[in-house]
């Protein structure tokens, strides 16, 4: 093969290459490919109220995840919360709350007066995912 058509060759395999990731990308910017087409699960909805268990009711400490933040006692503490499918947490006032994805139920690892878990109010079996 002469060197002209080597390079030809190998300059319409990098247009070639380009061509396919620009539609590539642009196919997931526009959402015609998703994360579940690439392999990859969304992390689980965490939206709701979540309510501490096993404490007495008048006791137990609750929160409210929306898409605008977190909310506590009705009133807004913050816009701002991380969600990986296992780890949530945020910032009210001073303090670093986290909690850990767990059997269905969100864990609280920080602060950490005692070992708290949370349920999603209005599940049926208060469970996030499979729960035993």
């Known amino acids: 093969m002469?060197?002209?058509?080597?390079?030809?060759?190998?300059?319409?395999?990098?247009?070639?290459?380009?061509?396919?990731?620009?539609l590539f990308s642009a196919m997931l910017a526009v959402g015609a490919i998703d994360a579940q087409t690439?392999?990859?699960e969304p992390p689980p909805d965490i939206n709701g109220v979540w309510v501490e268990k096993e404490v007495a009711p008048y006791v137990a400490d609750r929160f409210e995840?929306?898409?605008?933040?977190?909310?506590v006692g009705g009133r807004q503490v913050t816009t701002r919360y991380?969600?990986?499918?296992?780890?949530?947490?945020?910032?009210?006032?001073?303090?670093?709350?986290?909690?850990?994805?767990?059997?269905?139920?969100l864990v609280r690892q920080q602060p950490a007066h005692?070992?708290?878990?949370?349920?999603?109010?209005?599940?049926?079996?208060?469970?996030?995912l499979n729960c035993t």
Not at 2 to 22: E, L, S, Y
Not at 82 to 98: A, C, H, M, N, P
Not at 114 to 128: K, M, N, Q, T, V
Request: with cysteine; glycine share 12%; hydrophobic share 35%.
């Open 2 to 22: 002469k060197k002209n058509q080597k390079m030809k060759m190998q300059f319409a395999f990098v247009v070639a290459g380009v061509a396919i990731g620009f």
């Open 114 to 128: 005692y070992i708290s878990s949370f349920a999603r109010e209005g599940d049926p079996d208060h469970c996030l």
């Open 65 to 71: 995840i929306r898409p605008e933040g977190v909310f």
């Open 82 to 105: 991380d969600w990986d499918g296992e780890i949530l947490s945020y910032r009210k006032g001073d303090d670093t709350y986290v909690y850990k994805l767990h059997e269905g139920r």
């Open 38 to 40: 690439l392999g990859q």
